[in-house]
């Protein structure tokens, strides 16, 4: 038993997913070997060793799974060198149903790029013991604060309606230039569209899909500390939006304009923190409200 739960910790980060393209292969290994012809066969071999490729069923393949076109694998990324990421998730609640994190800057919440071990799931499946955790929402990889993980399968739906139906009340905090010339609070809708390069978003003309209200919390000669309060959920919204305005959001790297690629400098984080969170419990039917203990730089 004790076995049987370790193999499942080990599988907790999500896997990616390959439906083997007609051919006349032997094995299934032979298969994936042609599909991804840049990852030696001695690597792919090492992890049906291991168990980290899987059939539809979820049972790990070995090197003689006869191939069949169609058939649905399922394998587990491993990075080479991965970096470490500073600064330690705070678990600020736990049930049956429901964890609440307090996320550091730079911890990406699922595997992504060069990070498959260095993540909020993987460290919180391996701290908890609990493969089932599935995160109900996402945070960029730069944003600090809260993130909500729902416990198992059961009840995950009704957690998710909380967001879908826009019945979670989201409070973020960021530092920016000053916006002496808007009335507040402000209201920010536009369109956000796919932009370039591939992760970035945009603004677009078209009917708006995306709305974030802006409130100063303190005025700084320099920088302000904004409320931002966004109604949709849109990927980057609030960076967009900040930087659509005239002030990105201090440290961005990505708005308003793509800066060159650098290591991640601790000293210089985004000034983005996902502060507060309120729901009614759709399980027990009792407000909740969490809020996260980190802080951003001082204004000045």
């Known amino acids: 038993m004790a076995g049987a739960k370790l193999t499942r910790m080990i599988h907790a980060t999500a896997p990616s997913t390959v439906h083997l393209p007609e051919g006349d292969w032997p094995t299934a290994l032979d298969s994936l070997c042609a599909c991804f012809p840049r990852i030696p066969r001695g690597q792919w071999l090492d992890r049906v060793r291991r168990g980290r490729v899987l059939d539809a069923r979820d049972q790990p393949i070995d090197e003689h799974t006869p191939y069949g076109a169609g058939m649905k694998l399922r394998y587990f990324r491993e990075v080479a060198s991965e970096p470490t990421i500073p600064g330690d998730e705070v678990v600020l609640h736990e049930d049956a149903h429901l964890v609440v994190v307090d996320k550091p800057h730079f911890l990406p919440v699922v595997p992504a790029g060069a990070y498959v071990q260095q993540t909020l799931l993987a460290r919180l499946v391996r701290r908890l013991g609990n493969p089932a955790l599935v995160p109900l929402h996402r945070l960029d990889r730069e944003t600090a604060g809260l993130v909500l993980f729902s416990a198992q399968p059961a009840t995950r739906d009704a957690y998710l309606r909380l967001f879908r ?113 309120a729901f009614v419990d759709p399980l027990s039917g009792r407000p909740r409200q969490f809020r996260s203990a980190r802080s951003l730089d001082a204004i000045a």
């Open 165 to 277: 139906e826009r019945r979670i009340a989201k409070r973020y905090e960021a530092l920016a230039a000053p916006l002496p010339g808007l009335d507040f609070p402000y209201v920010r809708h536009s369109r956000l569209e796919r932009g370039e390069p591939f992760f970035r978003m945009r603004e677009a003309d078209g009917e708006a899909n995306s709305e974030t209200r802006v409130d100063v919390i303190e005025r700084g000669p320099r920088w302000w500390r904004y409320a931002l309060d966004p109604h949709t959920g849109r990927k980057h919204q609030l960076r967009v939006h900040m930087a659509a305005l005239g002030a990105p959001i201090r440290n961005d790297r990505f708005y308003p304009a793509l800066q060159d690629r650098e290591e991640d400098d601790p000293g210089r984080p985004l000034q983005l923190l996902a502060r507060a969170l």
